[in-house]
């Protein structure tokens, strides 16, 4: 019998979708977190301070935001073993039970510590959310909108911190807690229905649940479902043993996982030296320079609106430019914003007249992210799952994301110091420094990912192709239903 070709429609896309969807209400939750200090910490350093009886100093205030990067970093191999060993679903549970810790302490503490102890939960949550929700969402996903549901984690963190802006400047600090703790106690009620991946169930050889999960993820349709069993039963036998633990030699076993190593910590340490915790820790600031007189609030505020609508460009754009030209256009836009702040601030520096020009900043500051949240926000996330067989990927994209959570913590905390050395101008030109090589790498060494299989990305860094052939596991799975059918009839 002639094989037919797979229809062009995903099979079960829109249940994929969901799963998607409800798998980032914790990303949106985050995002609150992430939020939360910009209205609130005006408050915390006045002397009504809603926690402690005497204002917060500002070498506290930093810690509240850095802690967020360094605490989850130890945690982020442990995630691996757990993902492993338990499945990707134990640590979709792990994500919400400290996040309602750290709302709870918030609401009800009443010293610094007791901050602090709340955002060590956050930053505990935060660490397993960058590390499952990458994974997770690839291994549910089809290759045609494996892009776009990846860029639902950014789009989410966004409009979390959007509601947490606006929320703050019409909230009490109690009430505003309160609000948030909602969103994790959703997202750990709808994620309970939510089926464990079917890559991690083949890999246990746990074969009827895999049937299962994928029923449900490409909606009971048997076809779609014999020919992607087969295609994960494939790839397992030619990974490593699933029983056996990966350890950090196995990042140097071949050629496509050290090119796939390699590319990951470029893109996620190059996403934090980027710059976005500088442009929005100086949000108001540049808004000054402007000559704006909006309020801090109502600045942060449309800064969040714009940085939604840069995920949203992203959703569109994700699988029909793909992600290695997105990457490129965004390191390209964030290079010549950051180079247009540093040369305003350098002509200020010297005493010369740039009122005329008093609208770059202001200009640059929403190009830039605009950019941000289109490429190099979501992208790095997405090509980071991506480049590595599956058999090595949990572990794979810890290590990098650890390094991803150094380089953020060394951002935020040495920014301040690095303005003292070299001023602010010379900071940003820093910046669009780490741009320009971000784009470099990406256009020698990135390939392009969008609607490719797994196997066809990993053949490609080992530098062949073939080795995995699409077609036979298409025409084994019709024999398959060929034969299902005849046994059915008899």
């Known amino acids: 019998m002639e094989v037919t070709k797979s229809s062009p ?12 969807i409800i798998t980032n209400i914790s990303t949106f939750s985050y995002g609150i977190i992430l939020g939360w200090t910009s209205p609130v ?59 309602v810790a750290s709302w709870l302490l918030t609401i009800f503490g009443s010293c610094f510590q007791h901050l602090i102890i709340a955002r060590i939960f956050a930053s505990i949550g935060g660490a397993f959310l960058f590390f499952l929700i990458p994974l997770y969402v690839t291994e549910i996903s089809g290759d045609s909108i494996r892009g776009l549901l990846g860029t639902f984690m950014v789009f989410g963190i966004n409009i979390g911190i959007f509601l947490a802006y606006t929320l703050g400047a019409v909230l009490s600090y109690q009430l505003f807690a309160i609000c948030a703790l909602i969103f994790p106690m959703i997202f750990f009620g709808c994620f309970i229905f939510l089926p464990e991946t079917p890559t991690y169930l083949v890999r246990k050889n746990r074969i009827t649940d895999a049937v299962k999960s994928l029923m449900w993820l490409k909606n009971g349709d048997k076809s779609a479902v014999d020919q992607e069993l087969l295609r994960l039963q494939t790839l397992a036998k030619e990974s490593s043993n699933p029983n056996t633990s990966v350890g950090i030699c196995d990042l140097f076993r071949d050629r496509a996982t050290i090119k796939g190593f390699i590319i990951a910590n470029a893109l996620l340490s ?33 800064i969040g609106g714009i940085q939604i609508f840069g995920s949203w460009l992203s959703t569109i754009f994700m699988e029909r430019a793909g992600r290695r030209i997105l990457i490129q256009i965004s390191c390209l836009g964030m290079l010549l914003c950051h180079f247009a702040i540093a040369t305003f601030l350098f002509l200020q520096s010297w005493s010369i007249d740039v009122s005329s020009f008093r609208w770059i900043p202001l200009v640059a500051l929403s190009v830039y992210v605009i950019t941000y949240s289109a490429g190099m926000g979501p992208a790095p996330f997405i090509v980071a799952s991506e480049v590595f067989s599956p058999d090595i990927a949990a572990f794979a994209c810890s290590i990098a994301m650890s390094i991803m959570f150094a380089v953020a913590f060394a951002i935020v905390k040495f920014f301040p110091l690095a303005i003292q050395f070299m001023g602010m101008h010379g900071c940003f030109y820093l910046l669009s420094m780490f741009c320009g090589c971000t784009l470099l790498f990406t256009y020698f060494f990135v390939p392009e990912t969008k609607g490719r299989s797994i196997e066809s990305i990993i053949d490609e860094l080992n530098g062949c192709s073939g080795r995995f052939n699409e077609n036979d596991y298409v025409k084994a799975s019709v024999e398959i239903n060929e034969k299902n059918i005849h046994t059915s009839s008899v």
């Open 41 to 99: 910490i005006p408050l915390l350093l006045s002397p009504n301070n809603p926690v402690s009886k005497e204002p917060l100093t500002a070498e506290e205030i930093s810690w509240l935001n850095s802690i967020l990067c360094i605490t989850g970093i130890p945690l982020l191999p442990l995630c691996s073993l757990i993902a492993e060993r338990f499945g990707r679903k134990l640590i979709g549970y792990f994500i919400a039970i400290p996040f």
């Open 270 to 302: 190059g996403q934090q030296m980027a710059g976005i915790t500088a442009m929005l820790t100086y949000t108001t600031l540049i808004f000054d320079m402007a000559g704006s007189s909006l309020s801090p609030n109502t600045a942060t505020i449309i």
């Open 9 to 20: 429609v995903e099979p079960g896309k829109w249940r994929q979708f969901l799963a998607a």
